[in-house]
């Protein structure tokens, strides 16, 4: 299948600054790309969808000044999460996806645990 | 909106049980039915997919599941499941809406005893 690759796979930051992961599609070139946050213990959660040269559209509740989703080219979208704290250390999760057909599968990345000291 | 729901939040079984877990899913529209499965320490894998066509689906490790669109359901199944199979399941949905965005199921976190 095709490969999507975090960076970086764990980052500890102190409260208060900001962090930027990473997430590359590195053989298939993604029209749309999604971001997941996962707690402990608990499933995967959608932040929000990322397409290629637009805005991104967050689920509900989700704060799109906290976490500021670029997706510059078809290969790479970033997520930033501005002034961390500890209440945001969690896994974050990218996925991927090529094309618009009915047979459409979204490629995960490893993930990116957070941690905010 | 689209929606799943998984029945079983924790199992336990013992070696060479059989296994279903349940997922059924709300979207009235044509849907894509995922299972994917979370090793401790490790990232989702996809176990098995359904599209379209045969509504039995086969994926790795010997796990399947059926599709009974009636039912709204995409339960897993296993024959006999090993020690190794103990893991977190998911099941997701993804549909022509939003964007193919998938959605997930709370998971069911399964333990096999030795």
């Known amino acids: 299948g095709a490969v999507v690759s975090q960076h970086p796979s764990r980052v500890i930051c102190k409260s208060g600054t900001s962090v930027k992961i990473e997430c590359r599609s590195l053989?298939?070139?993604?029209?749309?790309m999604f971001w997941y946050r996962q707690f402990p213990k608990q499933s995967l959660m959608l932040m929000a969808t990322?397409?290629?040269?637009?805005?991104?559209?967050?689920e509900q509740g989700v704060e799109k000044d906290k976490f500021l989703i670029n997706h510059a080219s078809l290969t790479l979208s970033t997520l930033t999460v501005t002034s961390a704290h500890p209440e945001d250390s969690s896994f974050y999760i990218c996925s991927a996806i090529w094309g618009n057909s009915r047979n459409t599968e979204a490629f995960f990345g490893q993930g990116t645990r957070l941690t905010v000291v | 909106a689209q929606s799943v729901s998984q029945h079983n939040h924790h199992v336990i079984l013992s070696e060479a049980a059989s296994l279903e877990l349940g997922c059924n899913y709300s979207y009235g529209g044509t849907v894509n039915l995922f299972w994917y499965v979370q090793y401790p320490g490790q990232h989702l894998q996809l176990l098995l997919k359904?599209?379209?066509?045969?509504?039995l689906v086969k994926g790795i490790k010997g796990f399947e599941a059926e599709f009974i669109k009636s039912k709204f359901s995409f339960n897993l199944r296993k024959p006999s499941v090993q020690w190794s199979d103990t893991a977190e399941y998911f099941c997701?949905?993804?549909?022509?809406?939003?964007?193919?965005?998938?959605?997930f199921g709370a998971g069911t976190r399964l333990f096999v005893k030795a």
């Open positions: 997701a949905v993804n549909a022509n809406t939003g964007g193919f965005k998938t959605i």
């Open positions: 990322s397409n290629e040269g637009s805005k991104a559209t967050y």
């Open positions: 359904y599209f379209s066509g045969d509504p």
């Open positions: 053989d298939f070139q993604a029209t749309t």
